[in-house]
């Protein structure tokens, strides 16, 4: 039987994830192409046994030229992971993986009140949340690089990626990750 590849093109088999709490809640399901229709819309936690990269690209039809446009965001997607293969010579499916993983902060603050007094108080994070919004920290960070064409959207989209797999501060998303974290610190 032949090996289901994303796009024809990667391999699902051989990835990691290096954080044990976000493995249940980050899926990679081999499929050839990312779209499942919406089929886990109905169940409770569904979305976590949706694959990672299709999870990605809902997130990317946000108001704007990706609003609702699923194949659209289908093909930034293909191309910039193109771009983080000829660029680093890893799989794409891998260094999303990492970078998700180094954009999943651990801890935030709520608002606590009582008695007419309210307080922030500093709380850890369910592994579902820390997942989505690591995506949400990469899909902010990438449309804040700018870029009027499309062309220089999927170069943003694979350096972005690509740095945040890295863990470096150069990324949007993980100084988005550190600032988060850094006022959770301060508000115990």
Do not use: C
């Not at 999870?55 to 965001?73: D, E, W």
């Not at 690089?145 to 989209?157: D, I, M, P, T």
């Amino acid at each position: 039987m032949e090996e289901i590849k994303l796009f024809g093109k990667w391999s699902f088999e051989g990835i990691q994830i290096q954080d044990p709490g976000l493995k249940q809640y980050i899926s990679v399901k081999p499929v050839y192409v990312p779209h499942s229709m919406g089929r886990h819309e109905h169940g409770k936690f569904h979305k976590a046994k949706v694959n990672i990269v299709e999870r990605l690209i809902n997130n990317l039809m946000r108001p704007g030229s990706t609003a609702g446009k699923k194949t659209r965001a289908i093909n930034l997607v293909k191309n910039a992971l193109e771009m983080i293969n000829i660029r680093t010579g890893e799989n794409p499916i891998q260094v999303l993986v990492d970078a998700i993983t180094n954009t999943a902060p651990r801890e935030e603050t709520t608002r606590i009140a009582m008695g007419g007094i309210s307080y922030a108080s500093a709380v850890d994070i369910a592994p579902q949340r820390r997942v989505d919004l690591a995506i949400k920290y990469l899909v902010q960070a990438i449309a804040g690089r700018g870029g009027s064409s499309l062309n220089a959207f999927e170069e943003n989209f694979a350096q972005e990626l690509i740095m945040a797999a890295k863990n470096s501060q150069e990324s949007r998303a993980v100084k988005r990750k550190d600032e988060i974290e850094r006022i959770a610190v301060s508000a115990r």
